[in-house]
Structures are given as structure tokens and as C-alpha cells.
């Protein structure tokens, strides 16, 4: 069951991959790498996928604390 906020991500990935800018690796700034935008935040290897936003290996289903 998805909460409010899965929802919300959710969301807002399927529009964001659906149509990426095509300078959103240099706006955010990460590295395109297999259709996912990667980059470091809170000291670890983050990523934006169409699967979810993982932090590390971890997928984040709620707001980080």
C-alpha cells in the first residue's frame, strides 16, 4: 500500500521520465547512466530511476528524517 507521499514520487518520476529535459544531468548535477541520474547526497550514491530514488541500494518509500 502506498502512502501519500509514494504516491506523490511516484508521480512525479513517471512525468519526469516520460520527458526528461535533456539538460536535467547538468541542472542537477549527476551522471546519466542506464536511463537513471546519478549523484551524491546525504554521503552516499543517490539515484533518480523511473523504479524510485534510491539511496544507496536502498529504495526511499517516505521522507528521509
Same mark, same amino acid.
Given at each position: 500500500?502506498?502512502? @501519500?507521499?509514494?504516491?506523490?514520487?511516484?508521480? @512525479?518520476?513517471?512525468?519526469?521520465?516520460?520527458? +526528461? +529535459?535533456?539538460?536535467?544531468?547538468?541542472?542537477?548535477?549527476? !551522471?546519466?547512466? !542506464?536511463?537513471?541520474?546519478?549523484?551524491?547526497?546525504?554521503?552516499?550514491?543517490?539515484?533518480?530511476?523511473?523504479?524510485?530514488?534510491?539511496?544507496? !541500494?536502498?529504495?526511499?518509500?517516505?521522507?528521509?528524517?
Amino acid at each position: 500500500m502506498q502512502d @501519500n507521499y509514494s504516491r506523490l514520487v511516484t508521480a @512525479n518520476l513517471v512525468k519526469l521520465f516520460d520527458a +526528461p +529535459p535533456r539538460d536535467l544531468a547538468l541542472k542537477l548535477p549527476a !551522471d546519466e547512466i !542506464d536511463g537513471s541520474f546519478v549523484f551524491r547526497a546525504f554521503g552516499e550514491e543517490c539515484r533518480l530511476s523511473p523504479n524510485g530514488i534510491f539511496v544507496g !541500494d536502498t529504495l526511499q518509500n517516505s521522507v528521509l528524517a
